[in-house]
């Protein structure tokens, strides 16, 4: 059982989307099983995230760009790859240390997720963008 998710964007930002996903599972009447997801874009990352404090997620977003600022930032100029605009290189990067897939167990047809835990879209770009997810659920 396969999907495509579309998430539009509007700058950085830790977007949440286990409802969107628990919803899918939940129209499909799934079991036991395993689903994986996949962002289908390179400047862009999957994270499962604590979701109570939304404190958590600007931080980390100010920590990834203390490790990866702008590459017109002088600390970066180094960087090469500029073609696409100064956030595109540190986009990568970012999306380099963190994960651009995922599985999470299902049990009876919820993810077995923790009492504070979601999972979130982490963009990295500046400009708005559409991003697309490849979920696959298998049965077990």
Known sequence: MNRLLSIRTNGPVCHEF????Q????????????LTLMIRHTSCSLLIQENA???VQRDLLAWLNRIAPPADDPSMGWITHRYEGPDDMPAHLKAAILPV???IPVQQGRMMLGQWQGIYLVEHRDAPHCRQIAAIFQPS
């Open 18 to 21: 286990t409802n969107d996903l």
């Open 23 to 34: 919803s899918w599972l939940d129209e499909m009447a799934v079991g036991d099983g395993v």
């Open 53 to 55: 404090d939304p404190d």
């Open 101 to 103: 897939s995922l599985q």
